[in-house]
């Protein structure tokens, strides 16, 4: 089946410095790629809708010049946590738009900011 | 806005009972429903959609549009079926999903 790549799974970062996480589709293109955002116990939130060559879409409230977000090709999209501190902690997910319009997860990964 | 309920947090049933999970959805237009399931340590994957109407791992779901749910289920449970359970929605035109809270399915011996 169609697999989807995230890296770093886990990274620990200082309180304002940047941290950017990849998303790649191994053995499919994908036009529009997702990212999520997963507190504990919680559901996963989309934060925004990456769209290949363009702009991507950010949910209300995600603030885009914090959580920017590159997809400069069909098979990579980029989040980058700009200036992060304690409170972006989190898991984020990255998703992979396949044919038939199924989304493909990837692993993961757990920002840790100190 | 669209919405989608899992009223249970933990669903514990013992091997061999049928399962239930609980899906409700509030969206005006014409939605597609997803279950997709996350096993012990590993990612999230889809379990089965609406629109394909099929059976996977024993697992069924029908989209019931005058009670807006899509209640998973299964008649016998199995060990190995214990994961975290989390129903979708994707509005007609727009290919992000909203997902409900999750259910975490425990089947015991």
């Known amino acids: 089946g169609a697999v989807v790549s995230q890296h770093p799974s886990w990274v620990i970062c200082k309180s304002g410095t940047s941290v950017k996480i990849e998303c790649r589709s191994l053995?499919?293109?994908?036009?529009?790629m997702f990212w999520y955002r997963q507190f504990p116990k919680q559901s996963l939130m989309l934060m925004a809708t990456?769209?290949?060559?363009?702009?991507?879409?950010?949910e209300q409230g995600v603030e885009k010049d914090k959580f920017l977000i590159n997809h400069a090709s069909l098979t990579l999209s980029t989040l980058t946590v700009t200036s992060a501190h304690p409170e972006d902690s989190s898991f984020y997910i990255c998703?992979?738009?396949?044919?038939?319009?199924?989304?493909?997860f990837g692993a993961g990964t757990r920002l840790s900011v100190l | 806005a669209q919405r989608v309920t899992q009223p249970e947090k933990l669903l514990s049933v013992f091997k061999g009972a049928p399962v239930e999970l609980k899906c409700n959805y509030s969206?005006?237009?014409?939605?597609?429903l997803f279950w997709y399931v996350q096993y012990s340590r590993q990612r999230l994957q889809l379990l089965l959609r609406?629109?394909s109407r099929e059976s996977i791992k024993g697992f069924t779901a029908d989209l019931n549009k005058g009670e807006t749910s899509f209640h998973l289920k299964k008649p016998f449970a199995q060990e190995e079926d214990s994961a975290m359970y989390y129903c979708?929605?994707?509005?007609?035109?727009?290919?992000?999903?909203?997902f409900g809270s999750g259910t975490r399915l425990q089947v015991q011996p």
């Open positions: 990456s769209n290949e060559g363009s702009k991507a879409t950010y």
């Open positions: 609406h629109i």
């Open positions: 998703s992979a738009r396949g044919t038939g319009g199924i989304q493909y």
């Open positions: 979708a929605l994707s509005e007609s035109g727009r290919r992000a999903l909203t």
């Open positions: 053995d499919f293109q994908a036009t529009t």
């Open positions: 969206y005006s237009g014409s939605p597609e």
